[in-house]
């Protein structure tokens, strides 16, 4: 008789009850107001910051990168991510509780919590994008992209969407590295981290020219710039590859880590 292959499921794509869950994190009081500072952000990033831009391309990755505009922004999503953390342990213990094991457990939290930073992410940048076809709209020229002291082999629109797509994934990689802080750790640690991350992007407020390959964190989102295309893809390829392996040691910590209790 020939076996049955059965399907692996995988544990951070949404699960049935996911959804649920999110709209009930959505529709809290505490996150309507996240939601109306993430609309204030996006339409102060749309229509103020690139007021001297013409072009919609250009425009994009101008807003992400200022300093004020990311501090903001972050600052709104380890805020969303603290009350979404605290919500989950507080009003779904029941839930937690019929989890099969820690490794369920440690899951369940990642999945919501890096789910609810995508959400938030379109959220901001929809709005951005409204306040954008108000204000440049009919100016869509594609052109090789190009900054300050170099130029890359690629036109605006190729480098908008590279530029997204990075700061999409690493700070969807942020989420997970909180999200096991959290879990491991006092408070009262994680709200220090968190500070930290904030107050370097106020020590880093220029985009910085790299030669070389870099694993500067914070450039990702500050926009630093690389001598050539390739050496941008190598630097972002290679930072992965460390934040992968540093949040599956610290994953494995967590689900080792007997002080670790579902509850």
């Not at 409204?130 to 002291?149: Q, R, V």
Request: glycine content about 4%.
């Amino acid at each position: 008789m020939k076996k049955k292959k059965v399907k692996q499921k995988n544990h951070f794509l949404l699960q049935a009850n996911d959804k649920a869950i999110i709209n009930y994190l959505m529709s809290s009081e505490k996150y309507k107001v996240i939601f109306s500072f993430s609309v204030v952000l996006a339409l102060y990033g749309g229509f103020v910051i690139p007021i001297a831009i013409p072009n919609f391309w250009d425009a994009i990755p101008i807003i992400y990168s200022y300093f004020a505009f990311l501090i903001f922004f972050f600052a709104i999503i380890f805020i969303n991510h603290w009350m979404i953390c605290s919500t989950l342990q507080r009003d779904f213990s029941f839930y937690i509780m019929r989890l099969e094991n820690k490794t369920e457990y440690v899951r369940f939290l990642i999945r919501i919590s890096v789910w609810m930073y995508l959400i938030q992410f379109f959220i901001i940048l929809l709005f951005v994008l409204m306040a954008l076809c108000l204000t440049k709209f009919g100016n869509f020229e594609s052109y090789p992209f190009s900054f300050g002291i170099g130029s890359y082999e690629i036109s605006n629109f190729v480098y908008l969407l590279f530029y997204l797509c990075k700061f999409l994934l690493f700070g969807a990689m942020i989420i997970v590295l909180m999200t096991l802080c959290f879990i491991n750790f006092r408070k009262v640690i994680l709200l220090i981290l968190e500070a930290v991350f904030l107050i370097i992007f106020v020590a880093q407020i220029t985009p910085m020219f790299y030669s070389h390959i870099s694993v500067n964190l914070w450039s990702i989102f500050i926009g630093g710039f690389y001598s050539s295309f390739s050496l941008d893809i190598a630097s972002a390829l290679l930072l992965l590859l460390i934040l992968e392996v540093v949040i599956f040691v610290l994953y494995r910590f967590t689900i080792h880590n007997q002080k670790v209790e579902i509850s």
